[in-house]
């Protein structure tokens, strides 16, 4: 399945926990024993209920959208003006994220097959892109030599 099937499937099956692509992303590349491994350059379920094949998309998705996105961001938004506002606000935990701490060996962010395909080779650049944004630094091993 292509990077972008993928995240859709996640953020159609499991919004709560998944209304964005970074929180996907994040999943995918970052969190270890994510319940995915590498299989012919793509990422697949480890499932042993191989949930996810029971499902197939009619068409390719060229690039995941999550209905809640935009909702997601903008109740961040307003929460975090009302934390400015009144310091004793506590941000509902729905509406909070935090990057997985990217181990350099063992991340699929820094680890992937030499045969990863060209589209979850664009959704580990975008990840890269977005840990970058938002300061979290990671060492790649062609940077440490």
């Not at 209905?67 to 909070?96: G, V």
Request: aromatic share 14%.
């Amino acid at each position: 399945m292509t990077a972008e099937n993928t995240i859709q499937w996640m953020m159609d099956f499991y919004p709560d926990i998944y209304p964005t692509r970074k929180h996907c992303l994040n999943q995918l590349f970052c969190v270890i024993g994510n319940g995915y491994k590498w299989k012919n350059g793509e990422l697949v379920d480890t499932d042993p209920d191989e949930f996810a094949s029971r499902y197939k998309f009619k068409k390719t998705i060229d690039r995941a959208k999550s209905k809640q996105e935009k909702h997601w961001y903008e109740m961040l938004e307003w929460h975090k003006m009302l934390k400015q506002l009144d310091p004793e606000h506590r941000i509902p935990m729905q509406y909070e994220f935090e990057w997985y701490p990217v181990a350099s060996e063992y991340s699929y962010v820094v680890n992937f097959p030499a045969d990863v395909t060209p589209s979850w080779k664009a959704a580990i650049l975008e990840c890269r892109k977005l840990l970058a944004e938002d300061g979290v630094v990671i060492i790649l091993e062609e940077e440490s030599k």
